[in-house]
């Protein structure tokens, strides 16, 4: 069972639970009525929470497992504040975007949860991509028994191919189950190595994830973005599409943001989603 006694942590740069919870890059994150919030990674869980001290948070884990683990996950190595200082600004939609999505981090996730998520989430919403891992993994994954729920890890590929087809359908997948099946069939055989790949380079990477049955351009860079920390990687999804088109006259912005493309597409899409703008 794991527990909730942990530790206090300082967090100095940009770090804010609820944008990062709700930008659209993990689905399996819970914020509690008590404030708390709740990240899943492999086996690993972790509930945090902030403290009246600016800056100061507590989290369920020991010290060593947050500076070993947690730090890398939520890339707390780098240095965000600065990132957004160095940013040059289009005009003044992006200048705003940038501003209301601070606190936003670019999660390193495991890109096996990464490439199966992002295959699901094709034409489905955000609650409905949501419920549908959900059902995946408490059908496939383990129970992990923790101070306050039972909460499922992410089905490995083996996992996943021993359900039936009827067992995929009733996880709410739908026409993605073929393409569920035929990745977890190539992660298996090794046809595809996850951890191979990540030592490509963006156009490397990018090209070898294309090769799965239900990964066109967009999933493959949302996979590169947020399994593999490409930051220059830009999904294209509807909201980024309006933006474009909206605020951009048309012309796509991306290419002029270079190296921190990634993380910006994050704020505009965050800031396009919850503002209204």
């Not at 993990?26 to 914020?31: G, K, M, V």
């Not at 359900?163 to 099946?181: I, N, T």
Request: proline share 3%; net charge negative; hydrophobic share 35%.
């Amino acid at each position: 069972m794991l527990n909730d006694r942990g530790c206090d942590i300082i967090i100095e740069d940009d770090f804010d639970l609820g944008k990062i919870s709700s930008s659209g890059q993990c689905f399996r994150s819970r914020e509690f009525p008590d404030g708390r919030f709740r990240f899943i990674a492999g086996e690993r869980v972790l509930y945090i929470s902030s403290l009246k001290e600016s800056r100061h948070y507590h989290v369920s884990c020991s010290a060593d497992e947050w500076n070993n683990f947690w730090m890398d996950y939520f890339d707390l190595s780098r240095d965000y504040k600065s990132i957004r200082d160095s940013i040059k600004t289009q005009n003044e939609f992006d200048r705003e975007a940038v501003r209301y999505g601070s606190g936003i981090r670019i999660l390193r996730q495991e890109p096996w949860e990464m490439l199966v998520s992002f295959i699901i989430s094709q034409r489905k919403s955000i609650p409905a991509i949501k419920t549908a891992i959900e059902k995946l993994a408490k059908t496939a994954g383990k129970p992990i028994q923790t101070d306050c729920e039972v909460i499922y890890t992410f089905p490995s590929p083996k996992q996943l191919l021993s359900l039936s087809e009827e067992e995929l359908a009733a996880c709410g997948l739908g026409y993605r189950s073929g393409y569920v099946r035929d990745a977890a069939e190539r992660v298996a055989s090794g046809e595809t190595d996850l951890a191979d790949i990540a030592v490509y380079d963006d156009k490397g990477l990018f090209d070898e994830l294309v090769k799965v049955r239900g990964v066109g351009k967009k999933v493959a860079n949302c996979i590169c973005l947020f399994g593999y920390g490409r930051l220059s990687m830009v999904p294209e999804d509807v909201w980024i599409l309006r933006a474009i088109d909206e605020d951009f006259n048309g012309c796509n912005p991306f290419p002029a943001y270079g190296k921190e493309a990634g993380l910006v597409q994050q704020y505009i899409f965050y800031y396009k989603k919850h503002k209204g703008a």
